[in-house]
């Protein structure tokens, strides 16, 4: 069996859902790494609820690759998975188990390239160090790096790569959207639905929240940036949730709605997000009502990435990779924008594909587990 898929089997086995304490899962993976060698830091939480690792093999010089891997999945409830979402199964050329896209799979494969590592720096052949940096809670807005981020300039030398595995087919992805997670809370003022025109309707500030919403999306969509090789070459402004109201005979006081912004990174999200505040501020101003209020909230975000597409990190990373391996963005976000932040030189590729991904029987293809572990070896290898 596969080094990688072995450990594979043991990371699934780890029901490290977003938000919760992954304590288990990053102690064996540190245990793992520490035993091998590696320098291990740990990177708690301000609570202490959550940790993030970061664990370097070989020399402390600059030019090396960073591997970054989150370690939590999303929830497996209310899914008709037809196997246990925690044991690893293997069938047709198909290894099913929460996780194995996204991204685990990467991940068992970065913890055996860095077994690979540690046994070269042991004979002394590794003359730029390998170092993963694995994170918690990117599954519920990239929270996890963003605790981490801030650290990782004094604890690491600029590397000559930062490999994101999220699951692309293995093609090379150069750039991906930014996103900005809100919440609009609109007040109203409640009362029998006898008398209704004399109190303020929260659902219908919320309705007028959602026509501003769609407004501005028009306006990009007709006249905004646009950077092709994206599905959808602009920013878009996404409603997700709507929630309001008790009862048919009260008026609602309360209406809440969770919408999001993503944007390319050349884009500034929060020019989008000050025209949508001047919206609502013009919304809560017509209602001529002394109890109508519409207040907005920002729940996470996360940054853009474009890296030039003839960068050395690119041809770093071609080298590695079967000729013909294909260069394109995506519009789904990934915490590589982190590390460019940091002036970092960041990519995103790795096994299985997000349709595989967030599903019940969420299944990797071996094969691609087998070229991930292949290029990751190759990867190493330049850094002797």
Not at 325 to 350: H, K, S
Request: glycine content about 10%; proline content about 6%.
């Amino acid at each position: 069996m596969p080094a990688s898929r072995e450990i594979l089997g043991r990371l699934v086995a780890f029901p490290s859902l977003a938000g919760t304490p992954n304590h288990a899962i990053a102690d064996w993976i540190a245990d793992l790494l520490a035993d091998a060698g590696a320098e291990v830091v740990r990177l708690p939480r301000a609570d202490g609820a959550r940790m993030g690792l970061v664990a370097r093999i070989g020399p402390a010089v600059a030019g090396g690759v960073v591997l970054s891997a989150h370690m939590d999945v999303v929830p497996v409830a209310g899914q008709a998975w037809s196997r246990d979402p925690f044991t690893l199964h293997a069938e047709g050329g198909r290894l099913f188990g929460r996780g194995t896209a996204d991204m685990k799979g990467f991940l068992a494969a970065a913890l055996d390239a860095a077994l690979g590592a540690a046994r070269a720096a042991g004979q002394g052949l590794l003359a730029r160090p390998l170092t993963l940096v694995l994170s918690y809670d990117e599954e519920i807005g990239c929270r996890g790096i963003a605790e981490m981020a801030p650290r990782l300039a004094s604890l690491l030398p600029v590397p000559a790569l930062v490999l994101v595995g999220e699951p692309t087919s293995m093609r090379i992805v150069t750039g991906h959207k930014g996103k900005i997670a809100l919440d609009a809370v609109c007040t109203g003022e409640a009362g029998h639905s006898a008398r209704a025109p004399l109190h303020m309707n929260a659902l219908h500030l919320g309705a007028d929240f959602l026509g501003l919403l769609r407004a501005v999306q028009a306006r990009i969509a007709q006249g905004g940036a646009r950077v092709p090789g994206y599905e959808v070459p602009h920013a878009t402004v996404h409603a997700g949730t709507m929630a309001g109201g008790a009862a048919l005979n009260i008026v609602p006081e309360r209406c809440e709605i969770g919408f999001e912004i993503r944007h390319t990174a050349a884009e500034d999200p929060d020019a989008i997000l000050s025209e949508i505040r001047a919206g609502a501020a013009a919304i809560v101003a017509a209602a001529r009502h002394p109890a109508a209020a519409i207040s907005l909230s920002e729940r996470a975000r996360y940054p853009g990435l474009e890296t030039p597409p003839d960068a050395e990190a690119v041809s770093v990373l071609r080298a590695v990779l079967p000729a013909g391996t294909r260069v394109t963005r995506v519009d789904y976000g990934t915490e590589a924008g982190f590390f460019a932040a940091l002036g970092w030189p960041a990519l995103v590729c790795g096994p299985g594909s997000m349709a595989e991904a967030h599903r019940a029987d969420e299944w990797l293809k071996e094969s691609q587990l087998a070229a991930c572990e292949a290029m990751l070896a190759r990867l190493v290898a330049t850094l002797r």
